[in-house]
């Protein structure tokens, strides 16, 4: 393993009994500007996803050359995220057994797109939709004023690392170290705003993407992350701009900051719950008001509450039918196992027509054990 993925992977379970800093209940909107509150609440959600953006801690970790860090809003631990309602709106909502941690979703976005294009793109998009709304349709353009509002946070977090990673270069200790942080200040003044054209800024503003959307009431997975950041990697390593070598530490640090939330301290685990959390709404004397889970010890369940319903998929078929397979979908499992990651859960697609390395590398992976999981279709 190369030696900064050791180096890594040591701090990484280090941290794993080190407590975590939760952040976000005790922020409102209204703290900001008070006058907020004659906005419609679809307006007010989406600038608690800017505060979010602006506000959440953040860092950069010596060696890694992929930044940003989710907050600690949870699966297993509960919520947390901004005040954005009023508390006559809480009130009316508590009487059907929701709050503003009722509402959380499991969408993927689409990464090929992002990348492609970037989300200043689908925010010109947006408002090119609104321009088309009937003008009496105030809801709708509503909406699409929010999905703007929401996306500019990728700007705003993103520029905020831009100026950590600055500062951080002219106190670099290696010369190496300072042209890495100038790298990564220029990839984060590029993306996730902008289309992405290198392998590792196609990475950067996929946990970029993934960050905000984890620490915005939204766990949701990356996908067929092999296929679409192919593109990228195939062409810096054709072109020389990256060697083999260098592409496993970058995707190797990628697949580190999915594990960076982990709590194995139970002494470390703050509860967050509220009974917005699992609530479906509807009447509250009614069981299917609440979505039940198996486990009842007290905000414990199991592996889900360290794995954020995170997952990936490697290898299956195209949407031409062709074998998906490539050197990424080998380079991840090889990376997951090695690391001992618990993050991203892999779910590796197989059929009649997979290429042996890809059974054998599985099997490797199996038969090795260790903390990653391995899902088969």
Same mark, same amino acid.
């Given at each position: 393993?190369? *030696?900064?993925?050791?180096?890594? +992977?040591? #701090?990484?379970?280090?941290?794993?009994?080190?407590? &975590? @800093? $939760?952040?976000?209940?005790?922020?409102?909107?209204?703290?900001?500007?008070?006058?907020?509150?004659?906005?419609?609440?679809?307006?007010?959600?989406?600038?608690?996803?800017?505060?979010?953006?602006?506000?959440?801690?953040?860092?950069?970790?010596?060696?890694?050359?992929?930044?940003?860090?989710?907050?600690?809003?949870?699966?297993?631990?509960?919520?947390?995220?901004?005040?954005?309602?009023?508390?006559?709106?809480?009130?009316?909502?508590?009487?059907?057994?929701?709050?503003?941690?009722?509402?959380?979703?499991?969408?993927?976005?689409?990464?090929?797109?992002?990348?492609?294009?970037?989300?200043?793109?689908?925010? *010109?998009?947006?408002?090119?939709? +609104?321009? #088309?709304?009937?003008?009496?349709?105030?809801?709708? &353009? @509503? $909406?699409?004023?929010?999905?703007?509002?929401?996306?500019?946070?990728?700007?705003?977090?993103?520029?905020?690392?831009?100026?950590?990673?600055?500062?951080?270069?002219?106190?670099?200790?290696?010369?190496?170290?300072?042209?890495?942080?100038?790298?990564?200040?220029?990839?984060?003044?590029?993306?996730?705003?902008?289309?992405?054209?290198?392998?590792?800024?196609?990475?950067?503003?996929?946990?970029?993407?993934?960050?905000?959307?984890?620490?915005?009431?939204?766990?949701?997975?990356?996908?067929?992350?092999?296929?679409?950041?192919?593109?990228?990697?195939?062409?810096?390593?054709?072109?020389?701009?990256?060697?083999?070598?260098?592409?496993?530490?970058?995707?190797?640090?990628?697949?580190?900051?999915?594990?960076?939330?982990?709590?194995?301290?139970?002494?470390?685990?703050?509860?967050?719950?509220?009974?917005?959390?699992?609530?479906?709404?509807?009447?509250?004397?009614?069981?299917?008001?609440?979505?039940?889970?198996?486990?009842?010890?007290?905000?414990?369940?199991?592996?889900?509450?360290?794995?954020?319903?995170?997952?990936?998929?490697?290898?299956?078929?195209?949407?031409?039918?062709?074998?998906?397979?490539?050197?990424?979908?080998?380079?991840?499992?090889?990376?997951?196992?090695?690391?001992?990651?618990?993050?991203?859960?892999?779910?590796?697609?197989?059929?009649?027509?997979?290429?042996?390395?890809?059974?054998?590398?599985?099997?490797?992976?199996?038969?090795?054990?260790?903390?990653?999981?391995?899902?088969?279709?």
């Amino acid at each position: 393993m190369e *030696k900064r993925l050791e180096r890594i +992977k040591k #701090r990484l379970f280090e941290e794993y009994y080190q407590k &975590k @800093e $939760w952040w976000g209940d005790e922020e409102s909107i209204f703290d900001d500007n008070h006058d907020f509150v004659k906005e419609p609440l679809v307006i007010r959600k989406a600038m608690a996803v800017q505060k979010v953006c602006r506000d959440m801690p953040i860092r950069i970790i010596d060696f890694e050359l992929i930044v940003g860090n989710p907050t600690m809003a949870s699966v297993g631990f509960g919520h947390c995220f901004p005040k954005y309602e009023t508390d006559e709106e809480a009130e009316i909502a508590a009487k059907v057994c929701l709050n503003r941690k009722s509402v959380w979703g499991h969408h993927n976005p689409n990464y090929k797109k992002i990348l492609e294009k970037g989300l200043g793109a689908i925010i *010109k998009e947006a408002k090119a939709c +609104k321009a #088309r709304v009937r003008v009496n349709d105030r809801v709708t &353009k @509503e $909406w699409y004023d929010a999905v703007v509002l929401a996306l500019r946070g990728g700007e705003i977090l993103s520029k905020r690392y831009v100026q950590l990673a600055g500062y951080l270069a002219g106190e670099a200790e290696t010369e190496q170290r300072k042209l890495e942080l100038l790298e990564i200040a220029r990839i984060c003044r590029k993306v996730p705003i902008h289309g992405a054209d290198s392998f590792h800024e196609a990475l950067q503003s996929v946990w970029f993407v993934h960050t905000i959307l984890h620490s915005s009431l939204n766990f949701s997975s990356i996908g067929r992350v092999d296929q679409y950041l192919w593109p990228y990697y195939k062409k810096d390593l054709g072109s020389g701009v990256i060697s083999k070598s260098y592409a496993r530490e970058l995707l190797g640090s990628f697949l580190v900051k999915f594990n960076e939330r982990v709590q194995l301290n139970n002494d470390h685990i703050e509860n967050h719950f509220t009974f917005g959390d699992w609530s479906q709404g509807g009447d509250p004397g009614l069981e299917t008001t609440h979505l039940k889970m198996s486990n009842d010890e007290e905000y414990t369940y199991g592996q889900s509450s360290n794995h954020w319903l995170q997952n990936c998929i490697v290898s299956g078929i195209t949407p031409e039918g062709k074998d998906g397979s490539n050197d990424l979908s080998v380079m991840i499992i090889d990376l997951v196992n090695e690391l001992d990651l618990v993050n991203p859960l892999v779910s590796v697609r197989l059929h009649r027509d997979s290429p042996d390395e890809i059974y054998e590398t599985v099997a490797k992976a199996l038969a090795r054990g260790g903390g990653a999981a391995y899902y088969f279709q």
